[in-house]
């Protein structure tokens, strides 16, 4: 079978490019994959024109290295994967950014036909953030996918609810698989040697892009609040930081700058020996796109405590998983948890057991290689949509530019007809 694979792959920085490249040589054992990174996804029209393709498969998320694949999506259906089961932010952001603001209006109109039309100005003004949330942006995926896939049978129901008049369009579940990431026998003691860690210290880490969405002033102020205690703990932050500005000030201004180590991007290597020299790991999410966390996934693979928002799409996770983290009452609910954490090592280690057991029922690479094969023999055999309703810009065949200078010059292209 031969399949063409939309996604960002490394060395891009994304959760969904190493999620690729870990999963790739498994499906290419059956199939023949050509992958179609941003770079090179212009190849994709004339090598399908030479020779079709059994299917198409879209990784599609918010992150900028996904927004190229919206120009394939209606005139190539396939398997759409959705790391994010809302998709608003990224196309607020491209289209506006882009200044096709007629567009934006036409595709939020199309995805919530009864929303007041001047929503959408709100947005081309520039005053969006956590409202994109509210309006999934999801409508064109489930109209012209042959099969949308998720993570989480919980967002499968919700996708299906939010989009009735798409009852054609199939939505499957996938397990999300992470390997472990296997760090060397002496990696606790050096990196906490490195970074100048007490060996008794408590060490709370979180992994990761640094994002305001990841509660980081939460787990700052809670981390303040324990040292105050005269509490012997740190912090961990392993990943970029440079989408939070903010991030030194806050720390001065919770009092933790002996207590925090930022340490950048850092490569899987690396992130394993994190991960050996903490004790638990603080995994929050909010708002939420309701992604699974492939990092919260990574940490429970290595053995560690972690905390997690308590979001309704994990609520068939079972408790002894992690512990939880209370939105309404996120402040004090997290500091609870840090605090017994810090203080209960058999409470750390019952947590880590239960974590690792669940990854290793769930959540490994060989889980998600095998509902993958699976899905893709259903999908081959399923018929694309033909929807006819979509915002105009969807149905263009994106001649018309070269079109129009052609005929200036009264030069009739054959080949564009």
């Known amino acids: 079978m031969r399949i063409a694979w939309f996604s960002p792959l490394p060395p891009v920085r994304s959760g969904v490019a190493a999620y690729s490249a870990e999963l790739l040589p498994r499906l290419r054992e059956a199939h023949v994959i050509d992958t179609y990174p941003e770079e090179s996804a212009h190849d994709f029209v004339w090598r399908a024109r030479q020779q079709p393709y059994d299917l198409v498969v879209y990784q599609l ?44 209006r036409r595709e939020l109109h199309y ?12 947005a081309i003004e520039g005053l969006g953030g956590p409202i994109y949330y509210f309006w999934s942006m999801t409508r064109v995926v489930m109209r012209t996918a042959r099969t949308v896939a998720v993570h989480n049978a919980r967002v499968a129901g919700d996708l299906a609810d ?38 008794r210290a408590v060490v709370f880490a979180a992994f990761g892009k640094i994002t305001a969405e990841k509660r980081i ?29 903010r991030l030194a000030d806050e720390i001065a201004d919770c009092g933790v700058r002996g207590q925090v180590r930022v340490t ?33 996934l990574r940490c429970l693979a290595a053995r560690r405590a972690t905390v997690i928002t308590d979001l309704a799409h994990l609520a068939d996770t079972p408790p002894d998983v992690a512990t939880r983290v209370d939105l309404i009452d996120e402040g004090p609910s997290l500091l609870s948890a840090m605090r017994r954490l810090a203080a209960d090592e058999p409470w750390r280690e ?10 290793t029922a769930h959540h490994t690479l060989d889980a998600m290689a095998d509902d993958y094969r699976s899905l893709i023999a259903r999908v081959v055999r399923r018929s694309p949509p033909k929807p ?30």
């Open 61 to 104: 998320g918010n992150a900028p290295c996904h927004d190229y694949m919206w120009a394939y999506l209606a005139p190539y259906p396939g398997l759409v994967v959705l790391h994010d089961a809302r998709l608003h932010q990224a196309r607020a952001r491209r289209l506006l950014n882009d200044r096709r603001f007629d567009d934006y």
């Open 111 to 122: 995805d919530q036909p009864d929303l007041n039309p001047d929503v959408a100005e709100y």
């Open 162 to 199: 939010a989009c009735p008049d798409a009852p054609g369009v199939p939505i499957e579940t996938i397990r999300m698989g992470v390997r472990r990431l296997a760090a060397d026998p002496d990696a606790r003691a050096r990196v906490r040697r490195e970074l100048s860690l007490p060996d």
């Open 217 to 245: 002033s939460t787990i700052l102020r809670s981390l303040g609040a324990l040292a105050r205690e005269g509490r012997d703990v740190h912090l961990l932050l392993v990943g970029g930081d440079e989408g939070y500005p």
């Open 264 to 296: 950048g991007h850092v490569s899987d290597a690396e992130a394993a020996g994190y991960l050996d020299a903490s004790d638990a790991c603080v995994c929050l999410r909010w708002p939420t796109a309701q992604e699974t966390s492939a990092s919260w």
């Open 350 to 359: 019952e947590l880590a057991r239960a974590g690792h057991a669940y990854w």
């Open 388 to 417: 006819v309703d979509l915002p105009e810009h969807f149905l263009a065949d994106h001649s018309m530019s070269a079109r129009r200078l052609a005929a200036e010059i009264g030069v009739a292209i054959d080949i564009l007809e």
